[in-house]
């Protein structure tokens, strides 16, 4: 059995939740899987309002009653990046969402820090040019 351990969630805020690590993947429980994806297992499968996505054994997506995050991110659209040593995994917006993004050439609207460390939402600036400059000192 796994020793459970802390899980970073770097999503649409960052979240630390208890799980455990199986294969490289993190496992936490599935309220964890709901309030980070919005998606809820449910015998039928994951689901989120109306819709369901099957899930069978053959996924590899349950272990010790917890839920394989990657997978589920993976079954619902949402591209992940996973680093066992940091114990983070990282979920994208799903591919739906950014793939009408770029065709409609809308930017989603996400919320940064200014210079002075003021937080600003992007579309603060609707309707106005705006230059979003983003760099990294790694």
Known sequence: ???????????????????????????????????????????????KDDACIPVNEDQSIKNQDRYNLRQVAHLTGHPTLVSQESRTITIGQPSALRSSALRDKIAPDFELPDIEGVDRAFSDWAGKKRLLVAFSSW
């Not at 429980?29 to 709901?34: G, N």
Request: with cysteine; proline share 6%; charged share 20%.
């Open 1 to 47: 059995m796994e020793k459970d351990s802390e899980i970073t969630i770097l999503a649409n805020s960052v979240t630390s939740v208890s799980g455990h690590w199986a294969n490289g993947d993190p496992f936490v429980a599935p309220t964890e899987v709901k309030s980070v994806l919005g998606w809820e297992i449910k015998p039928e499968g994951l689901c």
